[in-house]
């Protein structure tokens, strides 16, 4: 069974009032019909231009934001149908990691706080047991145990995103949404977090969303492509076929235009995914 089924998603805007009156001035479709599914252990990967919808999609499949029409299930459970209750329980197996290490951390909390915050909420561990989990979270994702007594602006972007994606984990999640996690970053440290991505999704079993600009990035770490062009998706399929063989002139255009990081992330190595230099 899949664990993520996404059908006929539609999100629209208003767009706002004129100056002169009379009310709103046309929509904006930011989604428009997109229709998607994912296996368990597989990388979806989703990759178009600012603007094309993608980040919207990662929100409505999450229910952070609601869609306009259409039906997410998740592990054969409507999400977009439960109670409170039922989506609080369904929180615990769907995380995030945002675009933003800057942004998405709160500068008033130390670390250890920032990633046993999903804990506190949800678990209910005593104060040793959160601790224990936050020092294996920081292990795992390359940093220092040491880190849990700091703030984020002691720490550069990259490592900034690692603490992101361990707060994602603390909770054990099956789904991330990876919502564009390397777009802030240089080209070298992106690679890093590409790698540990990868490295994680493997000894925790994981199945991600992971949302890019970036044709290369998404070709190395998905096992499908979801192409998206002014909310719609205009092409998908096995990784392999839409970079070798596309057959949209926009997935070409995608192909062409950001080389940047082709083998970068493969070139990396081994030494990358243990990395907490950036």
Known sequence: MALVEARDLVKVYPLGESIFGGGAQGEVRAVDGVSLTIEPGETMGVV????????T????????????????????????????????????????VFQDPFGSLDPRMRVGEIVAEPLLVHN???????????????RAVGLDESAADRHPHEFSGGQRQRIGIARALALKPKFIVADEPV?????????????????????FGLTYLF????MPVVRYLATHI?????????EMGPTERIVNAPA????????????????????TGESAR???RE
């Open 274 to 276: 243990h990395s907490t």
């Open 124 to 138: 209910g561990n005593s104060k040793r047991e959160r601790r224990a989990r936050v020092n294996e979270l920081l």
């Open 57 to 96: 999609l990662g929100r409505l499949i999450l229910r952070l934001i609601e869609p306009t029409s259409g039906s997410v299930r998740f592990g054969g459970r409507d999400v977009l149908r439960a109670s409170s209750g039922e989506l609080r329980r369904l929180r615990r197996d769907m995380q995030i």
């Open 183 to 203: 777009s802030a970053l240089d080209v070298s440290v992106g690679a890093q977090i590409v790698n540990l991505l990868a490295r994680l999704q493997r000894e």
């Open 226 to 234: 979801a192409v998206m062009h002014r909310g719609k998706v205009v």
């Open 48 to 55: 178009g231009e600012s603007g094309s919808g993608k980040s």
């Open 248 to 267: 949209h002139p926009y997935t070409r255009s995608l192909l062409q235009a950001t080389p940047e990081m082709a083998e970068a992330a493969p070139s």
């Open 211 to 214: 949302i890019s600009h970036s």
